[in-house]
């Protein structure tokens, strides 16, 4: 485990400067694993801090999208916005509350699992805002676009707006205990799942079927009930391979080491 910022060093050659020895290699360890290894799981608590400001350099980079923000460089070399937000143009917001630290979270875990990995999962307790808020309208179209499945349990609780139950209690947030200090906005779980390069015995499922589909002259035809129904049975089926494939790889190392054989049961001499 290293200490780290998980939102920095993935990309950039440069990083900060670390002139403790020890501190130096806990740096160039966590460096080397956002580099070079093959992550299929991000699971968080992110930090819950909504005016964390203006990001800086790449952690810009990754509220940029959401925000559907362009940069060029002006005379000077520093990046600025060129052009409307697609916010604005598109959904006609102008104030966006997209500098809350959560958003970035969620949007390297999109990158690095939603579009760069072959297929992985990524689960994150977190501000509940963006489901509804009028700021995520393309945090969330993105995020439906690169992942296949999405499980959200909302565990409300929003004491800013005073969030009521049904039953017309106060509904606390699940970090509450009672003092009325601590975190007040509503909180939601939520998995991301994503499969689309998934392969099977060399096989990517998904893609597969749906090249299969395209070759049958159902090209261009939307899907039909019964067929969406098919392609989401088959993402939430490699989806729960994907979470049971370390315990049935060794059940089946253990079963396989205890197999009969063929001459256990006679069947062979
Ligand atoms: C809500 S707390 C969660 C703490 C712990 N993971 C848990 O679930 O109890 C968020 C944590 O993220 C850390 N944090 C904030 N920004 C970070 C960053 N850029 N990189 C890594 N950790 C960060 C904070 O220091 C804080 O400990």
Redesign the pocket.
Same mark, same amino acid.
């Given at each position: 485990m290293f200490l780290? #910022?998980? &939102?920095t060093g993935w990309d950039d050659p440069a990083q900060i400067k670390v002139n403790f020895p020890e501190l130096r290699e806990e740096h160039e360890l966590a460096r080397h694993v956002k580099r070079d290894a093959r992550i299929i799981v991000v699971l968080? #608590? !992110? !930090?819950?801090n909504r005016f964390a400001g203006a990001a800086i350099a790449e952690e810009a980079d990754l509220v940029d999208h959401y925000k559907g923000i362009r940069r060029r460089p002006d005379r000077k070399g520093k990046a600025r916005q060129a052009g409307e937000s697609l916010l604005y143009t598109r959904w006609g917001i102008r104030k966006q509350l997209l500098d809350d &630290?959560y958003i970035r979270f969620f949007r390297l875990a999109e990158t690095r699992i939603g579009e760069k990995a072959e297929y992985g999962i990524v689960s994150f307790i977190s501000n509940s805002s963006y489901l509804t808020g009028r700021s995520h309208p393309i945090m969330r179209e993105s995020l439906l676009t690169n992942f296949h499945e999405i499980w959200i349990d909302n565990t409300h609780g929003n004491r800013i707006a005073s969030e009521r139950t049904p039953w017309g209690d106060s509904c606390e947030t699940i970090f509450s205990f009672g003092t009325g200090f601590g975190n007040k906005v509503g909180t939601c779980i939520t998995t991301f799942v994503a499969v689309w390069r998934y392969e099977l015995g060399g096989y990517p499922v998904i893609k597969k079927w749906l090249g299969y589909r395209h070759a049958g002259r159902a090209a261009g035809r939307p899907l039909t009930l019964p067929d969406a129904r098919h392609l989401r049975s088959m993402v939430q089926r490699l989806a729960a391979l994907l979470v049971l494939q370390e315990q049935m790889d060794a059940l089946y190392e253990k079963t396989a080491a205890e197999a009969f054989t063929a001459e256990d049961l006679g069947l062979r001499s």
């Open positions: 780290t #910022n998980a &939102l968080g #608590n !992110p !930090p819950y &630290l």
